[in-house]
């Protein structure tokens, strides 16, 4: 069984700051996901990634498959990336998720 | 960009009676899945599907849970005689390939009162 953990739970920044989630797992995957949850309560999936690094404007998402840690990045953050950014690994037939961290980007 | 459709966005009920959540899933995707979170806690996993049969379920989906796939488009969860206990979001996702493409519904939150 998979067990995913993320650092920090709760992460508060001044708007502009460079942010780092990370996603730590215990049983080696094909891929990962990093997922954004804003209040609403609704799910956007932001990366798929099984190597190297993927970049999506301000946001970029890297892995170390061998070392079986995530990491999330935001440069230039803003308040509107203030949500909870949750990474999620394949087991079997489902995802299974970390706890998410709660990003709080303050003006 | 295709959409998985979940409904209601928010249904209360009260405690005995039974609830069914609905979902579209993306077209041509062939795995459907239902989570749900606890306020306050991780995204658990309920069920998946593909080939419209179970294909793995979790502690959680005891005999009060159902699945179905009535027609090519719709796919629903069905709580039988709801609890306390059940009020969470509870979120539709498909695939096309399995766990490595997903694409979420933007959930239904269920409160039992």
């Known amino acids: 069984k998979n067990e995913v953990e993320q650092s920090p739970q709760n992460l508060t920044a001044q708007e502009g700051e460079f942010i780092t989630i990370n996603c730590s797992y215990s049983?080696?995957?094909?891929?990962l996901h990093w997922l954004q949850q804003h209040p609403g309560g609704g799910i956007v999936s932001l990366f798929m990634?099984?190597?190297g690094k993927k970049k999506h404007g301000r946001l970029i998402a890297t892995i170390n498959i061998q070392e079986k840690h995530s990491s999330l990045h935001i440069t230039a953050s803003h308040p509107r990336d203030s949500a909870v950014y949750i990474c999620?690994?394949?087991?079997?037939?489902?995802?299974?998720f970390g706890q998410g961290t709660r990003l709080t980007i303050n003006p | 960009e295709p959409e998985v459709t979940q409904t209601p966005s928010h249904q209360v009920t009260q405690m005995g009676q039974e609830v069914i959540l609905r979902c579209v899933p993306i077209s041509n995707h062939l795995y459907f899945y239902w989570y749900r979170q606890i306020l306050g806690q991780k995204v658990e996993f309920l069920v998946s599907f593909y080939n419209n049969e179970i294909s793995e379920k979790s502690e959680i989906f005891d005999d009060q849970f159902s699945v179905e796939r009535p027609d090519g488009s719709n796919f629903t969860l069905k709580i039988r005689s709801t609890k306390l206990e059940d009020s969470a979001m509870y979120f539709c996702?498909?695939?096309?390939?399995?766990?490595?493409?997903?694409?979420f519904g933007s959930g239904t939150r269920l409160t039992v009162v």
């Open positions: 049983v080696g995957i094909s891929a």
């Open positions: 996702a498909s695939s096309g390939t399995g766990v490595n493409g997903y694409t």
């Open positions: 999620a690994v394949p087991g079997a037939q489902k995802l299974v």
């Open positions: 990634l099984s190597s």
